[in-house]
């Protein structure tokens, strides 16, 4: 890769600073774990170098300031307005040939790096995204199973287009958070075919008690969880002692999985005898808890990670390491501290903050 490509296409694995300008919150997240030796699915990043090439040099910049001035938040009408324009216009406007070819230099890599041609998610990184005093999780979109080279091109785009749905840019006018400065990166990365999935918080998300940890697991791929389509398992451990304190047998009605014929995610029932046993083996849900509590040692803070079971892959080697994310809205607060008390001879004090699981938008490709 050359100088030039490299400034607007980064490999997780490159050896990179996981700069947050460059690379907004998700990619430099996925920079940093791969570079911890998390097991992290391999990718790269499209950078806010290129978007901020493209926006300038077709003068979209001038268009999407003209639309965004003097926005109401209240005025749903005038957002929605200003919003489809900027994001036809960003979906339609041609991408410069060298930035283009920087992609598609990247596809070729990733690609190369195995025996048979693999899919993609396509998911938005913005730079304001998972700041300390703003959380932009889900504010913008994700792609999954995308296989061709085209679709990637368009979808990367979309994601672009996604720093400026309606959503978005009310959320942005009610937190008074300047459009000014405000950038996108793109991750690319490889598609994990997900036997269960799901997310984990490294306290309890009702209580704020950071002694504990929390997964809501269910079968297939983890946007049914996230986005809410699905009751899922939910299991409760003691951090320190590692032992499940409470679970909950989720009703895990569907299931989003791979279908290759159409080159996308389709959505199946579950059987009743599949939603009535919790998705995790034992020892799957320690090496998740185990994850989730390497992910929050490493960035010193609570997180809400996302992780999936690659059906794929052996035993031991299969739990893979989707996004990691600080809880952003009251970590920050000020800790209220408790009575310490004795039990077995361990002591716990306990902070009280209120955890948040994050949605993702997902689409077929």
């Avoid at 890599?109 to 998972?130: H, I």
């Avoid at 600080?326 to 009280?352: D, F, Y």
Wanted: aromatic share 4%; hydrophobic share 40%; charged share 25%.
């Amino acid at each position: 890769m050359t100088a030039t490509s490299a400034r607007y296409v980064q490999f997780f694995d490159g050896g990179i600073a996981p700069e947050h300008d460059l690379l907004g919150g998700k990619c430099a997240s996925l920079v940093t774990m791969t570079a911890a030796g998390m097991p992290v699915p391999p990718g790269f990043a499209v950078t806010t170098a290129t978007y901020d090439e493209f926006i300038e040099s077709t003068g979209l910049s001038d268009l999407i300031a003209e639309q965004l001035a003097g926005l109401d938040a209240d005025d749903v009408t005038s957002v929605d307005r200003a919003s489809q324009l900027i994001r036809d216009r960003i979906c339609e406007s041609p991408v410069p040939e060298h930035l283009r070819q920087a992609v598609i230099d990247a596809w070729a890599e990733l690609q190369g790096r195995f025996s048979e041609p693999v899919p993609v998610a396509v998911r938005s990184s913005a730079t304001a995204e998972d700041l300390p005093d703003a959380s932009f999780a889900g504010q913008q979109d994700t792609y999954l199973w995308l296989i061709d080279e085209a679709d990637v091109h368009q979808h990367i785009r979309m994601c672009w287009a996604s720093l400026y749905t309606s959503r978005a840019i009310m959320y942005r006018l009610k937190n008074n958070i300047e459009d000014e400065g405000l950038s996108m990166a793109v991750a690319v990365q490889k598609m994990v075919s997900a036997e269960s999935a799901g997310v984990a918080i490294t306290m309890n998300p009702s209580t704020g008690d950071r002694s504990k940890i929390v997964i809501d697991a269910s079968w297939g791929i983890g946007e049914a969880v996230v986005s809410g389509h699905v009751t899922p398992d939910n299991i409760m451990l003691d951090k320190i002692m590692m032992t499940i304190v409470s679970e909950h047998i989720g009703d895990k009605h569907i299931e989003l999985v791979p279908d290759p014929a159409q080159r996308g995610l389709i959505e199946l029932e579950v059987d009743e005898a599949r939603r009535r046993v919790r998705c995790l083996s034992d020892a799957q849900v320690m090496q998740v808890a185990e994850l989730a509590k390497r992910a929050e040692k490493h960035y010193g803070t609570p997180q809400d990670i996302e992780w999936a079971i690659d059906r794929d892959l052996p035993a031991g080697e299969n739990l893979l390491l989707l996004q990691a994310r600080p809880e952003t809205i009251h970590s920050n607060k000020p800790q209220e501290p408790k009575a310490v008390t004795a039990t077995i001879g361990v002591s716990s004090l306990t902070s009280m903050l209120t955890g948040q699981i994050t949605q993702v938008r997902t689409h077929r490709g």
